[in-house]
């Protein structure tokens, strides 16, 4: 493995965060001739690669290595996010409830603020 710089290794660090909320116990793993890709280990013990997830091929630098499981990490979160059935997993009823609390919350506030307008200028 090269040398890192100080600058380096707060990067990695930096990095390994973000990819440890998505992918956790991920770490590096040199995968032969100087290439470098991001593995998990999964329950069964089986290595699953971060990098290859996303059609990322194996980078010669560690840096980029990280910079790339971090992008995956990104993007691997914002499916979850957005997926349409994810809500299908979750009570109706409780996310109606939850957006009838944001409206009245929101309306409540609006209301208040005239008022305190309306004294103002009396």
């Given at each position: 493995?090269?040398?890192?710089?100080?600058?380096?290794k707060?990067q990695?660090?930096?990095?390994?965060?973000?990819?440890h909320?998505?992918?956790?116990?991920?770490?590096l793993?040199?995968?032969?001739?100087?290439?470098?890709?991001?593995v998990?280990e999964?329950?069964d013990?089986s290595i699953?690669?971060?990098?290859?997830?996303?059609?990322?091929?194996?980078?010669?630098?560690p840096?980029?290595?990280?910079?790339?499981?971090?992008?995956?990490s990104?993007?691997?979160?914002?499916?979850?996010?957005?997926?349409?059935?994810?809500?299908?997993?979750?009570?109706?009823?409780?996310?109606?409830?939850?957006?009838?609390?944001?409206?009245?919350?929101?309306?409540?506030?609006?209301?208040?603020?005239k008022?305190?307008?309306?004294?103002?200028?009396?």
């Amino acid at each position: 493995m090269k040398q890192l710089s100080i600058q380096d290794k707060k990067q990695i660090e930096k990095f390994k965060r973000r990819v440890h909320k998505q992918f956790p116990g991920a770490f590096l793993m040199g995968v032969g001739s100087g290439y470098y890709t991001v593995v998990q280990e999964a329950d069964d013990l089986s290595i699953k690669d971060v990098l290859a997830e996303f059609m990322f091929n194996p980078v010669k630098d560690p840096v980029k290595a990280w910079e790339l499981a971090s992008t995956s990490s990104k993007t691997y979160q914002n499916i979850n996010r957005t997926h349409p059935l994810r809500i299908e997993g979750s009570n109706m009823a409780d996310k109606i409830a939850r957006v009838e609390a944001r409206r009245l919350k929101r309306e409540s506030g609006v209301e208040s603020r005239k008022i305190k307008d309306q004294d103002i200028y009396y």
